[in-house]
T-cell receptor, first 113, second 112 residues
């Protein structure tokens, strides 16, 4: 039990639609990161927020965007969905400690048809 | 470029046999290192982590890992595998920025 919860757990969208995935972090965790895990692959870093500002981004296009809120919740938004966006999306949060340990949620599985 | 490599895509062992999963990293300095396990359709569960100090790290479920700086490796071991250990295992690293780099994973199959 990591204290990180994600919703929805599963969803199906069609190509071209938009989706919002939500995450609730542990209280006191100022960092939230999002990862995409395609089938049969390891998780890939999408971006990271610290105190509501994006402070790191992986190799993902601008149609992937995020928000972090003061109440330790966050969102991942994906516009103009493509078939390749089908994946498990993992949210992870971390505190301000020097080790940078992340605590992962169970993920939201997105299927794009 | 920073990277984490898991050379074995699939490993099959018999129940009760020992297990070693390989992980190699490429970073400018020694990163923080992690092993996660993922059952089908589930999220990531942390098995163990290495930050510094003792190079042999104990984790949950009877797993341990050994950090070897000279080989840039962080291999996961278990003396006796149980059927419930069948899952996918991921090695991950970061250099203090929270940006984790994951290996591609090793899928473990356990024969009864």
């Amino acid at each position: 039990e990591t204290g990180v919860t994600q919703s929805p757990t599963h969803l199906i969208k069609t190509r071209g639609q938009q989706v919002t995935l939500r995450c609730s972090s542990q209280s006191g965790h100022n960092t939230v990161s999002w990862y995409q895990q395609a089938l049969g692959q390891g998780p890939q870093f999408i971006f990271q927020y610290y105190r509501e500002e994006e402070n790191g981004r992986g190799n993902f296009p601008p149609r992937f965007s995020g928000l972090q809120f003061p109440n330790y919740s966050s969102e991942l938004n994906v516009n103009a969905l493509e078939l390749d966006d089908s994946a498990l999306y993992l949210c992870a949060s971390g505190g301000d400690g020097s080790t940078g340990e992340l605590f992962f949620g169970e993920g939201s599985r997105l299927t794009v048809l | 470029a920073q990277s984490v490599t898991q050379p074995d895509i699939h490993i099959t062992v018999s129940e009760g046999a020992s297990l070693e999963l390989r992980c190699n990293y490429s970073y400018g300095a020694t990163p923080y290192l992690f092993w996660y396990v993922q059952s089908p359709g589930q999220g990531l569960q942390l098995l163990l982590k290495y930050f510094s100090g003792d190079t042999l790290v104990q984790g949950i479920k009877g797993f341990e890992a050994e950090f070897k700086r000279s080989q840039s490796s962080f291999n996961l071991r278990k003396p006796s595998v149980h059927w419930s250990d069948a899952a996918e295992y991921f090695c991950a690293a970061h250099s203090g920025t929270y940006k984790y780099i994951f290996g591609t994973g090793t899928r473990l199959k356990v024969l009864a």
